[in-house]
């Protein structure tokens, strides 16, 4: 019911060219994640598909149906704002029906709608109540339930948690991922946050300048990225990569090592330094060694590592988990 | 010591501001009394401040010339150049706040400039059109011509009141499957009710007073307040209560208007100005 198609897409502001051509197809019911970093032009690809925007070239099919010339009221999208764009002067009720009124849907039904997705949102005590009067996560649930109302034929989450405190982001992804399971529609959502891509979607597209740098599973991604770039974008803390003689070693131009794949010791190992910082998070050490002619490496350890600034101490990669790239940051088979 | 100083500031401020605000108010008090006045007592000298309250000169004025039919004509014409004016100005301002071109900037700025122009010269071909038109004395043609005239602040005005409308919102609303016409009805103005709602009081106001067009189109027949004063310094010399008289008539109903409307005006004019 609700695939999407991108076929040779562009955007260009002038002469100024956002979106290269970029080809994407998304399934019916799944999860797509656009991470990236700002302005990397994954909120106008998002505004393609929801027709905010024209595109230069290119063809956009949702369910197969071209609609690169449809105004966004008849694409039967939805969209979710991280500004929430609640409409001020309507109550929350009146919000939450507003899409079924402009699809000239029953009022005994519109009602019966409205007052459900206000059940699942856990916002029947707030229909009263006008946007103002509400908190960032109250007022994101209403912009969802707006969203959610009218059955549309996917969602789109333009950084909708942005806003919010990271207690209650984390609250709200849980919550999109089990809407998301519950009503088994395409979703696509846009973040520059990759935990939340990580944690969310079915695929993540990661994309650079307005490039689709690798488009695949989260574990995809995290295992076998296809460049230097998705490399480094996704996993947390980043990945450590190591240019010249080092990395030539390997029989490549930089090579890349996760900090959850050095193991960091006082006895021995392949390379030796002093610890800068050292972050304990209760159920992760984060490590931050200077390596002399390495720079920087951060190691990720389990659990309490006693280790504190100024220790001298040993690392060593896991020769399994070592990601080799040639000069233009292409990946090469793992070593 | 720094309470004491603010407090003689804030007095000295005070003080400096009622004297301002009487200077200007000071004419149109001075309009009000002399009405009350006796021709005679009006140009007494020295004034007499407080009249003898004679309400004759409203009764002459009332006898000469047809008091209701100039403020129906005025009411009409305000009313309706207004109308008219945001009819062509919500949807041009709506399109310039809102899919402004690279040239926006500059039709603004040429429709501002507009206003610069003295009227009078353009008043021979207005008045050769409008006589080829007979539009001449006609209250149609008056509602058209304010409406033209006060066009390009009411654009700038209503330009100015939807660039404060979140663009966030009207996506919103065409993704919830609205259509250009439901989003201006159903978003648009409920959201810009207060800039709209001022924009038609000053432009109410600004037609009220418009005396340039109104005296030179116009004789009888659809002749507004404007008119109605101005035939008051007649041939026969200045009758200054009786004057008076008519021009507390014609700025009574609009001082009224704007007295009640004073905290809307003012929330309007400096809308965008303060955040």
Redesign the interface.
Known sequence: MGSIALENVTKSFGNHTVIPPINLSIDDGSFVVFVGPSGCGKSTLLRLIAGLEDTTSGVIRIDGEDMTDTIPAKRQLSMVFQSYALYPHMSVYNNIAFPLKMANVDKSIIDQKVRAAAQTLNLTDYLDRRPRQLSGGQRQRVAIGRAIVRQPKAFLFDEPLSNLDAALRVNMRLEISELHQQLKTTMIYVTHDQVEAMTMADKIVVLNAGKIEQYGTPMELYRSPANRFVAGFIGSPKMNFIDGAEAAKFGAHSIGIRPEHMAISTGQGNWQGRVQVAEHLGSDTFIHVSVDGLGLITVRTEGEEPVKPGDMVWLTPDPAHIYRFDKAGVALTTH | MARAVSTQKKWAWTIFAWIVALLIFFPILWTILTAFKTEGEAIAFPPHIIPNWTLENFVEVQDRSDYLKHFFNSVVISVGSTLLCLLVAVPAAWSMAFSPTKRTRDILMWMLSTKMMPAVGVLVPIYLIFKSLNLLDNLFGLTLILALIDLPIVVWMLYTYFKEI?V??L?????????LW?EIV??LL??AVPGIASTMLLNIILAWNEAFWTLNLTAAQAAPLTAFIASFSAPEGLFWAKLSAASTLAIAPILLLGWFSQRQLVRGLTFGAVK
């Open positions: 979140p966030d919102i996506e919103a609303c065409r993704m919830d499957g609205a259509v439901k159903y978003v409920p959201m």
